[in-house]
């Protein structure tokens, strides 16, 4: 006789998926708070997350220098496609080695 025993793995899953479904939503509202306001947070808070949050920012904030942010930036215009012109893509390394460069992060304990 066959068992119809249901997956023991099935509810826990659910329960995931609903939890990842609710969170987005409340991660929206705060993205522009989330980022240090000055010149150009706007531009990256409008380029830098129509792919996903800031977070990605502050993570790499303490191991990234200016050329570390330049190479981030072309990479997400080159390979990941981001809509930025060069002349945004100059305010926005501007900005996020102002804010988030790994060298001011040391410097100020
Ligand atoms: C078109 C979608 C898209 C846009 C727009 C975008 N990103 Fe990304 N970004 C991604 C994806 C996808 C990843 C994950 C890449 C990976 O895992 O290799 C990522 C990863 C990152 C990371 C993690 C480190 C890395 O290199 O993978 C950082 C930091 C980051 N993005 C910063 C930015 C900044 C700053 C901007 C605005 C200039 C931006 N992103 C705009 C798609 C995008």
């Not at 998926?17 to 705060?30: M, N, T, V």
């Not at 993570?59 to 215009?77: D, F, S, Y």
């Not at 390979?79 to 460069?101: H, K, N, R, S």
Request: proline share 8%; glycine share 4%; with cysteine.
């Amino acid at each position: 006789m066959k068992s119809v025993v249901a997956r023991p793995l099935r509810l826990p899953a659910a329960a995931l998926l609903a939890l990842w479904i609710a969170l987005p939503p409340a991660q929206a509202d705060e993205t522009a708070l989330q980022l240090a306001l000055a010149p150009g947070s706007e531009l990256v808070a409008a380029r830098c997350v129509i792919c996903h949050s800031v977070d990605y920012i502050q993570m790499n904030a303490p191991i990234q220098a200016r050329a570390g942010w330049e190479a981030t930036v072309n990479k997400m215009i080159k390979v990941m496609q981001a809509p930025i012109t060069a002349e945004e893509a100059a305010i926005i390394v501007q900005y996020l080695d102002g804010e988030y460069g790994a060298p001011k992060a040391v410097a100020n304990p």
